[in-house]
Structure formats: C-alpha cells, structure tokens
Antibody
C-alpha cells in the first residue's frame, strides 16, 4: 500500500521560510520513472502545482514560484522536502504531496496523494 | 504558464451525462497526450480519475471517460450519481505541470 504524509509547521510568520516534509511508504524514489510532487490549494481556490523531483534527482519548479522554492529528496529516509522562502499571507493554503510516474512516452498522473497539511501565514 | 480554462460549474440530474471541458494551448493540452483529471470532495485530497487523456486507473468506474480534440480536453461522466458531486480539476504535464481552475459539479 502506497501512502504519503505531509508534515511541517501550521503557522509561519511573513518573510519566514517554510519547510515541509513528505514522508512516504510503499514505493521507492530510486525506482526509474517515479517522482514526488508538491501541490497547494488556498482556501476555496484551485489546485496549484509547485514542484516535483524525480528518482534521478531531476527537479522541476513552477515558473512563477521558482525563485522561492527548493525541493530535495532523501531516498534512504523515504522523504521529500520542500522549502519556500519569503512567506506571505497569500501563501496560506493546504499543501499536498503526491506520487507520480512518468517516462519518455508516458505519464501516469499523480496517483496517490497525501492528506495535506494546512499552513497559515500570519504575524 | 497560464492555468487551463474550465467552466466554473456544471450540473446534472442523477442518471444523466455531463461533460467538463478543459482548454489549454498547443504547448500543453494540444501538444501532448498527458492530460489528467482529478476529483476532489470537500475537505479531502484530490483523487486521480483519468490519466493520459482517456485512461482510467484501477478502481475508477467506467462511467468516467476522457477525450481530447485539439487544445481542449473533456471529462464525461455518464449515469450521474449523487456521490459524483465534487470539484474536478484537469491537469497537463509537459516539462512542468499546470492545473485548470476547477469545475464544481452539482448533482441536482
């Protein structure tokens, strides 16, 4: 059974750096084609993709947030960490991590999601 | 990279069929067969319903189907059921990922 779980602070102050950890089980991030992505959803609004990291350490970022994001993985701990700098109240959202698989000629979508973690940005 | 365009809301009666559209560009939806659809119930995480335009993951009812024409992808739900009432998001994968603005489905 594949599971993912997000963890991190529930409250951060403006200008601070947010660090979120996605801890997963049931798959390996050293398997060819496998990746983990981060997605957020402000209250009452749409999903927004943030970043993803692949088994081979290939990293992709949302163009609009690229300067503020860093994604890393620790394969031995089955964890993916996302940091977002210079937090602002508009970054208040539920943050999800999700597993995905893709290759040269396939993309299976984000097939398993974590439950999400709510982050509020306020002084 | 702009968000994909979806209608804000659609509705249908139990047993009917509805279609949700998702419009992008030739650089995303039109250029690749990597369109996915997600269902999200209130307070829950999204669930993958369709990948690669028209493929259903194991466990997704065959009432859900996907298609694409040009720069517009579509999700069709036939035989609407009360449990289908949810928000639906399309997504396109290229070198990055973009979501649509979401569509609220109401089952009357």
């Amino acid at each position: 059974q594949i599971t993912l779980k997000e963890s991190g602070p529930t409250l951060v102050k403006p200008t601070q750096t947010l660090t979120l950890t996605c801890t997963f089980s049931g798959f390996s991030l050293s398997t060819s084609g496998v990746g983990v992505g981060w997605i957020r959803q402000p209250p009452g609004k749409a999903l927004e993709w943030l970043a993803l990291i692949y088994w081979d350490d290939d990293k992709r970022y949302s163009p609009s947030l690229k300067s503020r994001l860093t994604i890393t993985k620790d394969t031995s701990k089955n964890q993916v960490v996302l940091t977002m700098t210079n937090m602002d109240p508009v970054d208040t959202a539920t943050y999800y991590c999700a597993r995905l698989e893709s290759g040269t000629d396939y993309y299976y979508g984000m097939d398993v999601w974590g439950q999400g973690t709510t982050v509020t940005v306020s002084s | 990279q702009s968000a994909l365009t979806q209608p804000a809301s659609v509705s249908g009666s139990p047993g009917q069929s509805i279609t949700i559209s998702c419009t992008g560009t030739s650089s995303d939806v039109g250029g690749y067969n990597y369109v996915s659809w997600y269902q999200q119930h209130p307070g829950k995480a999204p669930k993958l319903m369709i990948y690669e335009v028209s493929n259903r993951p194991s466990g997704v009812p065959d009432r859900f189907s996907g298609s694409k024409s040009g720069n517009t992808a579509s999700l069709t739900i036939s035989g609407l059921q009360a449990e289908d009432e949810a928000d639906y998001y399309c997504s396109s994968y290229t070198s990055s990922i973009v979501f649509g603005g979401g569509t609220k489905l109401t089952v009357l």
